[in-house]
């Protein structure tokens, strides 16, 4: 973290994806600052460009120009493995379809990113089945995701996410599979997760889960275009 | 390193297993590629060592030369003068050359009447030096023996039958001991000679033609010129050598170009030998690259239900990326999968191929006259080696290239969407 408690630093992002035959330029200069401890909404319409916000946030892609700096490191010129790892140990992704592996059971779900952060195999179980009984499925460790409800799949999701202990917590439209009732559970859970001093980024285009966001960021056509508290 | 191989066979063991059928099916085609090349260098392998061993029944590292025209002029001498070498040279050439294993010199009748009681049958007599035995494989069947030092001192009316020939004068019947007419003069047989396949052969196969002393074959037909010298040396690369210094000394005497090839003929078995082994490499590797190919097509078959597991296991891919996997730990536990189907397969085509070899061993070999020249399919450590080789290779490349693309997968573009 540096010394103004920044975890998302974005400085003039651009973003252009070249098809070959025309040039998309899906983010036209974003600024973004966002500190420790905020729960951020990103809203705006479909194509606006939120998604292309969210991939370079969460390091799955990197930005055409301009800076970006995570929890206080400069995420520019790395390879795609020291993306992976920053990935890994710096962000938790909540995403609209879970994405969760369908073969393995909610215990293990939770284990694989500590898998690949190289944490011991007794250390993992441990902290799975502690995660998982924070979201209120203790009970349910070996079931296979096929065998849960939407809204359990996500408190899956949310458990993997923590399972690194991330800077930041990044959801894609996390209640957008879910009915109502278990999408305000997991907006609860979420409310708590700040409560506890988590930094979340949740996109949404559902304004009354944005309303529940301490700052609400909206994008048009590639750009910030406000930027306020809720 | 340690971390890696841990994170990697987790992966590989929680990875989504592929429809069994499908990898049963695959698996079934590496396995019957692995029969397929298996079987084919078995064949290769068997003919080659039955060749070797037909071969060799004709003798080992022998050279046969017979009379000849000169065929380039020598010390004003025109060419086209006939070169025949006498009985004495064969003593001469020994004397000459004592570091050859044999020297024998073989006189020929054809056609030559053989009576037994009121059986008459026309066929080669051959007088011989007794070193013939050894030197060209006549071994005498049980309560026989060929020709010795002392038939052929004291020229005794003795004879060495050919098996075929035995068949021929009695039948079924044990010729050893009984006295026989060779035109109309009595022989003693003492010996019949043991069943072979032989594969080189000059004037005829050894099986058809009786061998009698040079010395008892001198005095009854009255001739002195030779129809056959037949060298043995004690290594097949002494042959060359040998041949030059033979026909040195033969062109001293009989007053020709030592490097006429022409005015003794000759047969270099050594020679010959080399060349059909080569041929017979031909043939191993053609077979080997027909079985190779065979199995390469297993291959692709796992290449190909690789490529479709990786474009099922995109998504799966993607989050995989997403939580922080590198390219590596993708990549491996892919290229591993297809490992496994190829070993298992592999190991599958090796018991059946194995089994199916040693099941022709009941096939009776030795008086079956197509088996006797093919010889058996044998199953060597290097044909082991080979396959295993390509079955690695095979497995290697039919999982990686499937993992390259696993690996280049985009997880952004992946995740959001089902």
Same mark, same amino acid.
């Given at each position: ?6 975890? !998302? ?148 999701? &949310? ?72 | ?6 994170? @990697?066979?987790?992966? /590989? ?146 004879? /060495? ?64 010129? !030779? ?26 005497? /009989? ?27 031909? !043939? ?12 390469? @097509? ?6 190909? &239900? ?43 085509? !090796? ?38 080789? &390509? ?28």
């Amino acid at each position: 973290m540096n010394k103004n408690g920044s975890i !998302i630093r974005m400085a003039e992002i651009r973003k252009v994806y070249d098809t070959g035959k025309v040039k998309v330029e899906a983010l036209k200069g974003i600024d973004l600052d966002i500190h420790g401890g905020e729960m951020v909404a990103i809203v705006g319409p479909s194509g606006s460009g939120k998604s292309t916000l969210m991939n370079l946030v969460g390091c799955l892609d990197t930005p055409t120009s301009g800076e970006y700096e995570l929890a206080g490191d400069r995420v520019a010129g790395v390879t795609r493995d020291q993306l992976a790892e920053i990935r890994n140990r710096r962000v938790g992704f909540v995403f609209q379809n879970f994405n969760l592996l369908p073969h393995i059971s909610a215990l293990e779900n939770v284990e694989l990113p500590m898998l690949f952060g190289g944490i011991v195999p007794r250390e993992r179980r441990e902290r799975a089945s502690e995660l998982l009984d924070r979201v209120g499925l203790g009970e349910r460790l070996d079931h296979k995701p096929t065998e849960l409800s939407g809204g359990q799949m996500q408190r899956v999701a &949310i458990a993997r996410a923590l399972a690194m202990n991330p800077d930041i917590i990044l959801a894609d439209e996390p209640t957008g599979n879910l009915d109502s009732t278990s999408g305000s559970d997991i907006m609860s859970l979420f409310t708590e997760l700040w409560q506890q001093g988590r930094t979340l980024v949740i996109i949404t285009h559902d304004l009354a889960l944005a309303k529940r966001a301490s700052r609400i960021v909206e994008i048009h056509d590639g750009r910030v275009t406000s930027d306020r508290a809720a | 390193m340690r971390t890696d191989l841990h994170i @990697i066979f987790s992966l /590989f063991a929680t990875s989504s297993r592929l429809q069994k059928k499908r990898a049963y099916l695959t698996i079934a085609a590496i396995a019957w590629g692995t029969v397929a090349i298996l079987l084919l260098l078995a064949f290769g392998e068997g003919l080659k060592r039955q060749l070797d061993r037909n071969r060799r029944s004709t003798g080992e590292n022998l050279a046969v030369m017979w009379p000849g025209e000169t065929a380039k002029a020598y010390k004003g001498m025109p060419p086209g003068r006939s070169i025949r070498p006498r009985i004495e040279d064969v003593d001469i050439i020994r004397a000459r050359m004592p570091e050859l294993k044999a020297v024998v010199g073989e006189l020929v009748s054809w056609r030559t009447a053989i009576t037994y009681g009121r059986k008459t049958v026309n066929g080669r007599v051959i007088g011989v030096n007794w070193e013939y035995g050894e030197a060209r494989k006549h071994f005498p069947q049980a309560g026989g023996r060929f020709l010795s030092p002392e038939d052929q001192e004291q020229r005794r009316r003795v004879i /060495f039958l050919g098996d075929e020939m035995a068949k021929n004068i009695f039948g079924g019947a044990n010729g050893v001991g009984k006295t026989i007419l060779v035109n109309n003069a009595p022989y003693l047989v003492i010996g019949v000679m043991q069943h072979k396949t032989q594969m080189g052969m000059y004037g005829g196969p050894d099986a058809n033609h009786a061998t009698i002393p040079i010395t008892t074959f001198r005095a009854q037909f009255g001739r002195e010129r !030779i129809n056959n010298l037949v060298i043995e040396t004690n290594n097949p690369d002494e042959m060359k050598p040998e041949l030059k210094k033979l026909n040195e000394i033969m062109g001293a005497k /009989f007053r020709y170009d030592p490097t006429d090839a022409r005015a003794l003929g000759t047969w270099d078995m050594v020679k010959s030998a080399k060349q059909t082994s080569n041929i017979l490499i031909g !043939i191993q590797l053609f077979l080997g690259i027909v079985g190779a190919l065979t199995l390469l @097509i297993g291959g692709v078959g796992v290449a190909n &239900i690789m490529y479709a597991v990786v474009k099922e296991r995109t998504r799966e891919i993607g989050v995989k990326m997403a939580l922080g996997a590198k390219r590596r730990w993708i990549i491996v536990p892919f290229v591993l999968e297809g490992v496994v189907y190829t070993l298992i397969g592999g190991a599958l085509g !090796i018991i059946i191929a194995t089994l199916l070899v040693a099941l022709t061993s009941f096939i009776p070999i030795e008086h079956n006259k197509v088996m006797s020249f093919l010889g058996r399919p044998t199953l060597s450590p290097q044909i082991g080696v080979i396959t295993s080789l &390509i079955l690695g290779m095979i497995g290697l490349l039919a999982g990686y290239f499937p993992a390259r693309r696993a690996a280049s997968v985009d997880p952004a573009a992946t995740l959001r969407y089902e």
